[in-house]
């Protein structure tokens, strides 16, 4: 299967409005402006620019019940749009004092302009069928948007995170756009031409509207499970050191940086490389980015300069066979690094150099470690000493 979906370019057509003649003067002031937003289909590479062919790199099938629980391997189509407009007076450049806002559930959207110069901000609203969106927009701050997600309700059992803020959920993928110094003027020569038939001036102003949240697909590759020591994942996942929040106006991530969690679940006995086959652990992680990393686009790609001080660690939890449960803390930072906008996240493990943890007291809950692990490479083994 190879998703198609979305990288969305955004395409603003002011429209100014006149009497019922041809090629007329512009000179009525609150003239129209239309904004349209067609969406266009595109490859999860895009988002990615990676220069590898990433099926082959990803071992785990996500099947029906995946997409059920997780969604599609893709970046899903808008639904509705929030619109924000910021009037700036006759001069370009000039501060947000004023702001109109409206929700588009088409893909047009046409309002009321004076002449003058505008700021317009666009960005996709979240389809949540089960209200449980956990992004939070606030544009209460009239120079940007920003958004962030909310936390977790279950603490997870960490001795490592034990002293920390429960971790933030991970967002649901979402788009901005936006464009500065849009000019409403009284020059004919200032659009594009003139739409005899709707009897309006016609200006195009483009730009493209950019991913804010990014797809990493992470897989464990569990080696030498015969004996079905490893069941699978005891709890949710926690990816480190990723941004906290995202300036939805200039696509920026934020400096300060949060635990986020996701599921995974494990499959038995499937195809890995070279005609071996292993147990495999998958699951879609979502995120804002790394800290103060700037906003995706198509011709930058992957280009990134950020937190240096700030890693990234995978802390996984595994069930074993005996019903006990224990913690094992794995550095992704450089594969982070190497992918900011999402990709491939591989942790490789050896199960039968592993000892299974002993269940306290034989009843419930299991024993929590945080074991020293040796830093990933691919196409290497991570052996667990414990």
């Given at each position: 299967?190879?998703?198609?979906r979305?990288?969305a370019?955004f395409?603003?057509?002011?429209?100014?409005?006149?009497?019922?003649?041809?090629?007329?003067?512009?000179?009525?002031p609150?003239?129209?402006?239309?904004?349209d937003?067609?969406?266009?289909?595109?490859d999860l590479?895009?988002?990615?620019?990676?220069n590898?062919?990433w099926?082959?790199?990803?071992f785990?099938?996500?099947e029906?019940?995946?997409i059920?629980?997780?969604?599609?391997?893709?970046y899903p189509m808008p639904?509705?749009?929030?619109?924000?407009r910021?009037?700036?007076?006759?001069?370009?450049?000039?501060?947000h004092?004023?702001?109109?806002g409206?929700?588009?559930?088409?893909?047009t959207?046409?309002?009321?302009?004076?002449?003058?110069?505008?700021?317009?901000?666009?960005?996709?609203?979240?389809?949540?069928?089960?209200q449980?969106?956990?992004?939070?927009?606030?544009?209460?701050?009239?120079?940007?948007?920003w958004?962030?997600?909310?936390r977790?309700?279950?603490?997870?059992n960490?001795?490592?995170?034990?002293?920390?803020?429960?971790?933030?959920?991970?967002?649901e993928i979402?788009?901005?756009?936006?464009e500065?110094?849009?000019?409403?003027?009284?020059?004919?020569?200032d659009?594009?031409y003139?739409?005899?038939?709707?009897n309006?001036?016609?200006?195009?102003?483009k730009?493209?509207?950019?991913?804010?949240?990014?797809i990493?697909l992470?897989?464990v590759?569990?080696?030498?499970?015969?004996d079905g020591?490893?069941?699978?994942?005891?709890?949710?996942?926690?990816?480190?050191?990723?941004a906290?929040?995202?300036?939805?106006?200039?696509?920026?991530t934020g400096?300060?940086?949060t635990?986020?969690?996701?599921?995974?679940?494990?499959k038995?006995?499937?195809?890995?490389?070279?005609?071996?086959?292993a147990?495999?652990?998958?699951?879609?992680?979502?995120t804002?980015?790394?800290?103060?990393m700037p906003?995706?686009?198509?011709?930058?790609?992957?280009?990134?300069?950020?937190r240096?001080?700030?890693?990234?660690?995978?802390?996984?939890g595994?069930?074993?066979?005996n019903?006990?449960?224990?913690?094992?803390?794995?550095?992704?930072?450089?594969?982070?690094r190497?992918q900011?906008?999402?990709?491939?996240?591989?942790?490789?493990?050896?199960?039968?150099?592993?000892?299974?943890?002993?269940?306290?007291?034989?009843?419930?809950?299991?024993?929590?470690?945080d074991?020293?692990?040796?830093?990933?490479?691919?196409?290497?083994?991570?052996?667990?000493?414990?």
């Open positions: 299967m190879k998703p198609m979305l990288l370019p395409t603003a057509i002011i429209m100014a409005l006149t009497a019922c003649t041809i090629e007329p003067p512009l000179h009525l609150a003239e129209t402006v239309v904004v937003l067609p969406i266009v289909i595109t590479e895009v988002v990615w620019s990676l590898v062919d099926e082959s790199e990803w785990y099938p996500w029906q019940e995946d059920d629980r997780w969604g599609e391997l893709s639904r509705s749009y929030e619109i924000r910021y009037y700036l007076g006759s001069r370009p450049g000039g501060a004092t004023t702001v109109d409206t929700t588009l559930l088409t893909t959207y046409r309002s009321k302009y004076d002449f003058g110069y505008y700021d317009l901000l666009a960005w996709s609203n979240i389809y949540s069928p089960d449980t969106q956990v992004v939070v927009i606030d544009d209460s701050n009239l120079d940007y948007v958004a962030t997600t909310t977790s309700r279950y603490p997870l960490i001795p490592a995170l034990k002293d920390q803020a429960l971790p933030h959920n991970h967002p979402f788009y901005s756009a936006y500065q110094d849009v000019h409403i003027s009284n020059n004919k020569e659009y594009d003139y739409d005899e038939v709707e309006v001036w016609v200006k195009h102003l730009c493209e509207m950019q991913p804010l949240v990014f990493y992470v897989q590759i569990v080696h030498n499970n015969g020591r490893i069941v699978g994942p005891s709890q949710s996942t926690v990816i480190t050191g990723v906290s929040g995202v300036n939805v106006t200039t696509g920026a400096h300060e940086s635990n986020v969690i996701f599921d995974m679940r494990m038995k006995d499937l195809p890995y490389r070279n005609g071996s086959r147990d495999i652990m998958g699951g879609k992680l979502t804002f980015g790394l800290c103060d906003s995706w686009s198509r011709s930058r790609g992957q280009a990134f300069a950020g240096a001080d700030v890693d990234n660690y995978m802390m996984l595994l069930h074993f066979i019903g006990a449960d224990s913690t094992f803390v794995y550095p992704i930072t450089d594969q982070m190497r900011p906008h999402g990709g491939i996240i591989t942790i490789e493990i050896l199960a039968d150099t592993i000892t299974v943890p002993i269940k306290p007291g034989g009843g419930g809950g299991g024993s929590m470690f074991p020293n692990v040796n830093p990933y490479e691919p196409g290497d083994t991570t052996e667990i000493e414990i």
